[in-house]
């Protein structure tokens, strides 16, 4: 199993960012995607899900109406849009697959969110 982050790095405040997340060696399709993100002394939380179809999305509070999940099972990718960004969503975003019990993880990307 692999999990490949990218589209992190450096935005103010307001802006935007579109991260991926290129998944290999497990069947994508029919598996729940999730993105998780871990502030600086903080634990990690789940930031939003999508179903194996896409038909299903659930998002953390924090981020609702400014970020939006979605996948592409054609390219083994998921991404999340990320709008409205504040510097409260600095923290290093991570693209997360549960396997039977296992969890796998990608490396992760920085997001940071400042003037």
């Known amino acids: 199993v692999q999990l490949v982050e990218s589209g992190g790095g450096l935005v103010q405040p307001g802006g935007s960012l579109r991260l991926s997340c290129a998944a290999s060696?497990?069947?994508?399709?029919?598996?729940?995607m999730r993105w998780y993100r871990q502030a600086p002394g903080k634990q990690r939380e789940l930031v939003a899900a999508?179903?194996?179809?896409?038909?299903?999305?659930n998002y953390a509070d924090s981020v609702k109406g400014r970020f939006t999940i979605s996948r592409d099972n054609t390219k083994n990718t998921m991404y999340l849009q990320m709008n409205s960004l504040k510097p409260e969503d600095t923290a290093v975003y991570y693209c997360?697959?549960?396997?039977?019990?296992?969890?796998?993880w990608g490396q992760g990307t920085q997001v940071t969110v400042s003037s």
């Open positions: 997360n697959v549960k396997l039977l019990v296992l969890n796998y």
């Open positions: 060696g497990f069947t994508f399709s029919i598996n729940t």
């Open positions: 999508i179903s194996s179809g896409g038909g299903t999305l």
